[in-house]
């Protein structure tokens, strides 16, 4: 077993692991924060998305002890309280999501495609950006018409709030 | 009231949205259960071998294992007793019997759970560990040994029949399920002698892998004090899945075994299926004395999860010199793969073959089809079920024919439309109402037909090709009646249940046999219920998927849970109705027929008493106004909705595609779809599920291909390797929608979940052709097959 601590949606975790354990099996089976999805065993589809420091990753990418002293966060840390994100809002003004399942990873990669790539974002930009996102329900089409209202939605002043961005 | 914005037809954001979009949706998967053992399947590595023997000792004695069991292990349980019996459980069994032109029943036998000597495909279950933890579970499980005797295996659907192929099933010949047909040969062959032109093709409706997002799971638990079952599942139909482990595999009396399908995540079709894990898990979890849960790795889904499609066909079609429709011969070869999985025998045939008159009069029509076993994975019904591959095969021969003859294709289709209902088929089918010209007069104008021409120069200026294909599709949705059905050989009735349950404060609860994995079901039937009595829509709950809770129901599939599963609940929303009118009547002092009911409130005509629904629902529980009458307290009513139809939903959807001849990538410039659902509760949910039904469909045409080697292995067994469709594989898509109104249901609605999925394939193959020239082009149309096909053209350019 090998011991990790880190931050997860503010708050500070800590325990003994598997070192094989991967980060997503952590938050999933450990902390219980299930709403970081398993889809795949290749890193194909992006279910399991959240941001280290900020940045998107995929968290069947690497292994909980290498996120020692990493501050994470998931899907449920995204709201601020009982107010939404403005790019979870988009999505269900948009209809961005029919079973759900692949949400949590399209909205973590759609908040961290702001991040890197602003608030005007076409729609040829973000069909690129989602390459690492699997969806089977949607077609795409209103996953891409949600990224680019929550996009403009959390522009600065536009009644969204201000984006998180990580200290770099 | 509300009605308006939140009633039918009104584009109400979902309710069910808020737990997604915040993570806390709850999947089988996110389940945990204390004392819970983890399962980890040993699967067969090779496609077709005898089991000599299985040495399970060192994974027994591995850290933190309860047990190991094999196919000689799970047995039927002494009724009132922990012991075991020396009966094997039940397989798993096809529910729907096809009998061939012989009269003889389909051969076949149920699926073991756990193989008992023989395993058929790459991924059969040979073994499973219960452990303390899943990795404890996959380090055990490399510790069993098994020794196969290797035998020959059978992978390719057009030569399964041949002679001297291996038997799949021992003393079944030619690896033939069954040889069925429908329609009228003599008929038909007449038709063709006295045609002016036939056009023949020959063609291979690809193997898919439905791959839903979330893999399947399964947690079995068993309370040894009640004697009770309880299968959390990723189910479509968590009745159908309990009556099947009842009934058929013998685990748990029907009202011991509570089978709860929670969120799920996508389905498909291949959520419809009872699978060996569900069954494993259960009994494990008897045996054991602790919940064994499960949940598939995507590799594992790509093995062992039904597959779709995987058709070899010819087909022909005669016509007149002027082009009018005299006749249409198919013959299918289908893979059902390994076993006969739930549904499969209903697939190619009765889901198949009962649509290839499409949207024709087509006097004539005779089909063919014989299945086959094969080394490979199940197939069964994934999205469209047997209908995507009827349209293929009767929009590439319109399309194919009109070029032939000189003819525009979308001028050939439109002599041929069926133009009067009700329209009976050659093969089934009464088609009920449509107007199939005005979605095609609809579709040319959004696609911009008039300006292709101008398009196409561009495109050729710049040095790529450009074409242009339709599809005018039909399906059959709201798979009904029961009747029919069982008159087809379903083992199962196709009606479906609603449960109305209004409480004393007047908010309600819906209990209904659909099941949402997707489709969005807790906001369109909450906005029935509104439309109906007036309700505000946050007083509505939608509750589903627990066989504890809701009596029973069929499910979801074959886009019937509007078309079946709404009109039940309709019917349950009238009782309601005219019970409350009944309360009111004693409340407000007047007879029942003076009240009218409107907007949420019952009133006594032609005059101010009324009671608004909630009053009259607390009215209903007090009982104090009753005065001894025959009414009985309470606000509660149910309905069972058996349809007199299928019903037909039909469209056109042009796609208009690019090609570069050098690297032979594709790129979709344009997509219309205009489609005819009858009426609509929700056009944005109806709008998801057209874009992802053409998804799908685009994803058959150009990426997708299960591909089995000779020896039998699935070398398309995970996303690295079979191509899904991506954001940027794909266009936006314009929809359009026209209505007629289905006369089959009370609601008037058609079914919208499949016809993306059904009407794309060939658009895109009939763009692509179109594109090219000729006809020479294989799905999936993938960049190397484009690029062969470009050179195909080219090479007799040359020669000449």
Redesign the interface.
């Known amino acids: 077993m090998a011991a990790v601590a880190m931050t997860v949606n503010g708050k500070a975790v800590s325990g003994d692991v598997?070192p094989?354990t991967l980060l997503v099996q952590y938050l999933?089976d450990t902390l219980?924060?299930?709403?970081?999805?398993?889809?795949?065993?290749?890193s194909?589809?992006g279910?399991c998305v959240v941001h280290l420091g900020g940045e998107a990753i995929k968290s069947c990418t690497i292994l909980a002890v290498q996120c020692q002293g990493a501050d994470i966060l998931?899907?449920?840390g995204?709201?601020n309280g009982a107010e939404?994100h403005p790019m979870?809002a988009a999505?269900?003004?948009h209809?961005g999501?029919?079973?759900?399942?692949?949400?949590?990873g399209m909205?973590m990669t759609a908040v961290d495609m702001v991040r890197r790539l602003g608030h005007e974002l076409d729609?040829h930009t973000?069909?690129?950006e989602?390459?690492g996102?699997?969806?089977?329900?949607?077609?795409?089409?209103?996953?891409?018409k949600s990224i680019a209202a929550g996009a403009r939605a959390m522009a600065p002043g536009a009644g969204g709030e201000p984006l998180r961005v990580a200290a770099e | 009231m509300a009605a308006t914005t939140t009633g039918v037809g009104a584009r109400v954001q979902r309710l069910e949205d808020k737990r997604f979009i915040t993570g806390r949706g709850r999947y089988t998967d996110d389940i945990e259960r204390p004392g819970q053992l983890h399962a980890y399947f040993l699967r067969s590595p090779h496609a077709h071998a005898r089991i000599q023997a299985i040495d399970t000792e060192a994974a027994r004695a591995a850290p933190g294992v309860a047990a190991v069991y094999t196919g000689r292990d799970i047995k039927k349980f002494v009724p009132t007793s922990d012991d075991l019996t020396e009966e094997d459980i039940g397989g798993l069994i096809c529910g729907w019997m096809i009998h061939s032109k012989d009269g003889s029943p389909m051969k076949g036998s149920a699926h073991p759970a756990l193989a008992r000597d023989t395993v058929r495909y790459v991924g059969d279950h040979v073994a499973v560990v219960v452990a303390e933890t899943l990795r404890q579970a996959q380090d055990a499980a490399e510790l069993i040994a098994v020794s196969y005797d290797l035998l020959e295996p059978v992978t390719d659907t057009a030569t399964a029949q041949h002679e001297g192929q291996a038997e799949v099933h021992q003393g079944i010949a030619r690896n033939t399920v069954f040889e069925w047909e429908l329609g009228d040969r003599a008929a038909t062959d007449q038709a063709f002698a006295r045609a002016a032109h036939v056009t023949r093709l020959t063609f291979t409706n690809n193997r898919l892998v439905p791959n839903p997002m979330e893999p399947r799971a399964a947690i079995g638990e068993y309370d040894p004090g009640e004697e009770q079952f309880t299968l959390h599942t990723t189910s479509q139909n968590p009745h159908v899945a309990r009556l099947i482990l009842s009934a058929f595999v013998g685990l748990a009396p029907e009202h011991k075994l509570r089978v709860i399908a929670p969120d799920v995540g996508g389905g498909f079709g291949s959520k419809i299926f009872v699978y060996a894990e569900e069954v494993v898990c259960l009994w494990a979890a008897r045996r054991l004395k602790r919940p064994v849960r499960w949940a598939s790795e995507r590799t594992e889904a790509f093995l062992c999860d039904a597959h779709g499609r995987d058709h070899v066909t010819t087909a022909e079609l005669a016509t007149d010199r002027d082009g009018t429709i005299l006749g249409l011969r198919v013959k299918t070869v289908a893979n059902l793969g390994a076993y006969l999985s739930t549904f499969a025998s209903s697939v190619p045939t009765y889901l198949y073959a009962t649509l290839l008159s499409g949207q024709y009069a087509i006097p004539a029509i005779h089909a063919e089809v014989d299945a086959v076993y094969t080394n490979t994975a199940p197939v069964d019904a994934y999205r469209g079920a047997g209908r995507p591959e009827a349209t293929f095969v009767v929009e590439r021969l319109v399309e194919v024919c009109a070029r032939e003859l000189g003819m525009d294709p979308v001028a050939f289709r439109r002599k041929n439309f069926v133009t009067s209902f009700p329209h009976q088929t050659p093969v089934i089918m009464t088609y009920d109402a449509g107007d199939y010209d005005a979605a095609m007069v609809k579709a040319l104008e959004m696609a911009d037909i008039a300006g292709l021409p101008e398009r196409k120069r561009r495109s050729a200026a710049a040095g790529k090709l450009r074409g242009v294909g339709y599809s005018a599709y039909i399906e059959a949705c709201g798979i009904a009646p029961s009747q029919a059905v069982g008159s087809l050989g379903a083992g199962v009735g196709l009606w479906e249940s609603a449960e109305v349950r209004v409480n004393p404060t007047g908010n309600i609860e819906v209990l209904t046999g659909s099941h949402s994995h997707g489709q969005g079901h807790e906001t369109t039937f909450a906005q029935l219920v509104c439309e109906r009595l007036g309700v505000p829509i946050d007083t509505v709950k939608i509750v589903h998927g627990d066989t504890d809770k809701v009596q029973f129901g069929m499910g979801t599939y074959g886009s019937r849970s509007g078309a079946v599963g709404m009109s039940a609940l309709s019917k349950a929303l009238d009782k309601i109705v005219a019970k409350g009118r009944k309360v009111a009547g004693h409340v407000l002092e007047a007879s029942e027929g003076d009240i009218e009911f409107k907007d949420g409130r019952f009133q006594v005509a032609g005059t101010d008493k009324a009671l608004g629904f909630a009053d009259m629902a607390l009215q209903a529980y007090i009982a104090h106004k009753f005065n001894g009458s025959e009414l009985e307290p309470g606000l509660k009513e149910g309905a069972f909705w058996d349809p007199t139809n299928f019903t037909f939903p039909a469209g056109v959807h042009i796609c208009e595609i690019e090609i570069d001849p050098e690297t032979g990538t594709s790129r979709i410039d344009r997509w219309t779809a205009v489609d005819d659902f009858g009426r609509v509760i929700n056009p944005m949910i109806v709008e998801g599920q057209v874009h992802g039904g053409i998804a799908q469909g685009i994803g058959q045409a150009l990426l997708e291909g299960a591909r089995y080697d000779p020896s039998g292995q699935l070398v398309t067994a995970s996303f690295m390797d079979y191509t899904m469709p991506r954001a940027g594989d794909l266009p936006d898509f314009a929809l359009g929608l026209t209505v007629t109104d289905c006369p089959s249901n009370p609601l008037g609605m058609k079914g919208c979940g499949e016809a993306g999925a059904i009407a794309a394939p060939p658009a895109v193959v009939n763009a692509l052709t179109d594109a090219l020239g000729h006809e020479h082009v294989t799905m999936p149309a993938t960049p190397e097959v484009i690029w062969r096909a470009v050179r195909h053209r080219s090479l007799p350019m040359a020669a000449e």
Not at chain 1, 32 to 42: F, I, P
Not at chain 1, 97 to 104: A, E, N
């Open positions: 598997d094989r999933r219980r924060l299930t709403g970081t999805h398993v889809a795949c065993d290749t194909q589809c279910a998931t899907i449920e995204l709201a939404l979870q999505f269900r003004e209809h999501l029919q079973c759900g399942f692949c949400t949590p909205i729609d973000i069909r690129e989602l390459e996102n699997l969806c089977r329900c949607t077609g795409y089409h209103n996953i891409v």
